[in-house]
């Protein structure tokens, strides 16, 4: 008689190793989405049966990445919720200003956030110099995360684009001007703890999608708007990042018809070069050398907040220079719509916190130039995540990694 040789072959316990850590992170997606569920619930959300997902809450409760919810009646075993463990790790999400700051936040597991973080360093820092910024930015956190919860992966949102698989920075403008730079190989070289790294309009808009004003929206474009400039595509929760991890980079998007301010990037009329940062406080200053009367010709260190402030205080000049960026954002906005049909567009980044003088000026302009007949008719929003929206980002890239979610 010829013995069936009941062993499973290779390729089916692959098979069901992959199906296996497809279900878990089914599991732990629908918890981080929705909060603690029982598990019949969790059951019936996810689509798996009952006795599977028993089995693989009781894996992950067991690898302590999921907790039984804490304030439940311990009579109810069979309809306690389990949840994401909080005190399973700590994560650090970093964001690298283009102005010499290192700003981030240090979430738990949950994706609460425990605490900020905010460093200066020299903006004109090469490679090593600003991963050991970085790592220093990340032991300053770890000592300050209580003890239970220990810190198992950083990220960090530069603002230029990156191999996010590799994490190199394909290239990274203005002040520092890397080419090819392996960030996130020098900065767990330093910190002994996995890293990943993304550029900043990307974790934005992750953001924005999971928190914020995208959070109800399938198609959504964020731009990122400080003292650098891009833009998130999100389509269905994904970002959309092209063939060479560069789509959205709308900084050098041509929005004055025929010459204009010279951009870094060598060309003229260029976004970045009238609607970043820079070019507003270059804007001012213009303005101020030209005689306009101004209170912020008293101001030494002029900044973008000292701007809105007179602005908001009834300043004419910023104003005025804040009106013709909120014209030149519009346009942006339109360009974008018509390419990519989103049903929704956030400004976020520090722009974001000029609101209340941009966004009426922003909306007409963009609404003028938008086809009358293109559907959906994109909602206009500014992000109210603050200024630590970027940061968040990459912090949940890096839960996700960890926890297992991607
Ligand atoms: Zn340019």
Redesign the pocket.
Known sequence: MFELDRRPSAPRRRILTDLSRHNRALILQTLRERGPLPRHELAGATGLSKAATSTLVDVLLSDGRLAEAANIDPARVRGRPVGINPTFAAVVGLELTNDGLIRGVVVNAAGDVLQTIEAGFSATAGPEATADALAAAVRVAAERIESETPLRAVGVAVPGTVDVTEGVVDWLPTTRNWFDVPLQTLLEARIGLPAVVDWRAYTATLAEIRFGAGREDTHVLCLYLGEGIGMGIAEHGAILSGAGNQAGSI??LQVVSSGGPR?????QG?L??VASTPAILRRIRDGIEAGVLSPLSQVSDLTLAAVLEAARAGDRLSQDVLEEVAGYIGLAIATCVHVLNPNAVIVAGPLAEAASLLHSTVERVARHHIFPWLRPVPAIRFSQLGIHAAACGIAAVALDRLLGVT
């Open positions: 900084a050098h951009c870094h990037c060598g060309m260029c970045w070069a």
